[in-house]
Nanobody, 123 residues
Framework: QVQLVESGGGLVQAGGSLRLSCAAS????????MGWFRQAPGKEREFVAG???????YYAASVEGRFTISTDNAKNTVYLQMNSLKPEDTGVYYC?????????????????WGQGTQVTVSS
């Protein structure tokens, strides 16, 4: 089992920045791909960014160039740096992990999820 705990969400004005963190614990050895998804009220959960076991990054078109996903393997932590935030970035952000080499853009392909952290961007 892998436990994921997100932090760093909050309220920010449009154009601002936030950095989300996700600390992993438990059975963290092995080849894991990590990802961030988000869910806005009344909408389905959607892929935001992912990082492969080897460090290759993937982004949704809507956040490309504004968000950066990274990992600190020594701390078992994955980050999501979010710049130039827009009101449409508002939602609950979830950290996710699965024992695979490459991240998926499909929610059902991830075995482990954090509890989520709220991000609200005001206009």
């Amino acid at each position: 089992q892998v436990q994921l705990v997100e932090s760093g969400g909050g309220l920010v004005q449009a154009g601002g920045s936030l950095r989300l963190s996700c600390a992993a614990s438990g059975r963290t050895f092995g080849r894991y791909a990590m990802g961030w998804f988000r869910q806005a009220p009344g909408k389905e959960r959607e892929f935001v960014a992912g990082i492969s076991w080897s460090g290759i990054t993937y982004y949704a078109a809507s956040v490309e160039g504004r968000f950066t996903i990274s990992t600190d393997n020594a701390k078992n932590t994955v980050y999501l740096q979010m710049n130039s935030l827009k009101p449409e970035d508002t939602g609950v952000y979830y950290c996710t992990a699965d024992q695979r080499d490459y991240p998926s853009r499909r929610t059902y392909e991830y075995a482990y999820w954090g509890q989520g952290t709220q991000v609200t961007v005001s206009s």
